[in-house]
């Protein structure tokens, strides 16, 4: 007979957790099932059934006596030097955060007042100008208008007035 493969470790343990009871009712029977079908997995489940009982022979360590006081005694002194500390910083966080929420509002008194002297001082309003005067600026875009419209975006033309196009002009 030929020899069979071992277990994979999903099916080791899903195995596992039928052994230690952790399994739902249904996925429990689905394990059992293969138990009952597969002599492969009934002999793993053997094995760690017998490899389970064996811990139970292994002694089981104690803790000191004292165990208990010495890991209180040592939380202790950090507990209350940590509740001091965070009693002690409470009125400083509060501080904090009331000293950064005046900046902001500050800042933003002062952005939106300032805005219209900044304006009025580094962009001056634009006059006013005619329709004429407007083209008369614009007369070389008004010459070439019919050669712009077949254009299909201003790339193209920031693309031609590269110098190293056609040079400088």
């Given at each position: 007979?030929?020899?069979?493969?071992?277990?994979?470790?999903?099916?080791?343990?899903?195995?596992?957790?039928?052994?230690?009871?952790?399994?739902?009712?249904?996925?429990?029977?689905?394990v059992e099932r293969k138990l009952n079908g597969d002599?492969?997995?009934?002999?793993?489940?053997?094995?760690?059934?017998?490899?389970?009982?064996?811990?139970?022979?292994?002694?089981?360590?104690?803790?000191?006596?004292?165990?208990t006081n010495q890991t209180l005694d040592r939380v202790?002194?950090?507990?209350?030097?940590?509740?001091?500390?965070?009693?002690?910083?409470?009125?400083?966080?509060?501080?904090?955060?009331?000293?950064?929420?005046?900046?902001?509002?500050?800042?933003?008194?002062?952005?939106?007042?300032?805005?219209?002297?900044?304006?009025?001082?580094?962009?001056?309003?634009?006059?006013?100008?005619?329709?004429?005067?407007?083209?008369?600026?614009?007369?070389?875009?008004?010459?070439?208008?019919?050669?712009?419209?077949?254009?299909?975006?201003?790339?193209?033309?920031?693309?031609?007035?590269?110098?190293?196009?056609?040079?400088?002009?």
């Open positions: 007979m030929p020899e069979q493969p071992p277990l994979n470790d999903d099916e080791r343990a899903e195995l596992i957790a039928y052994l230690d009871g952790e399994l739902e009712l249904t996925d429990a029977e689905a002599p492969r997995i009934r002999a793993e489940a053997d094995a760690l059934r017998r490899t389970f009982n064996l811990l139970e022979f292994l002694p089981k360590p104690e803790p000191s006596p004292n165990f202790n002194p950090v507990r209350k030097s940590t509740s001091l500390r965070l009693i002690a910083s409470r009125p400083r966080r509060w501080m904090k955060r009331v000293g950064w929420a005046a900046a902001i509002l500050l800042a933003g008194v002062i952005g939106y007042g300032g805005a219209p002297w900044v304006e009025a001082r580094f962009w001056p309003a634009a006059q006013p100008v005619s329709e004429a005067e407007q083209m008369a600026r614009d007369l070389r875009v008004l010459e070439q208008l019919g050669l712009y419209q077949h254009v299909p975006d201003n790339q193209f033309l920031n693309e031609l007035d590269r110098p190293e196009l056609f040079g400088d002009e």
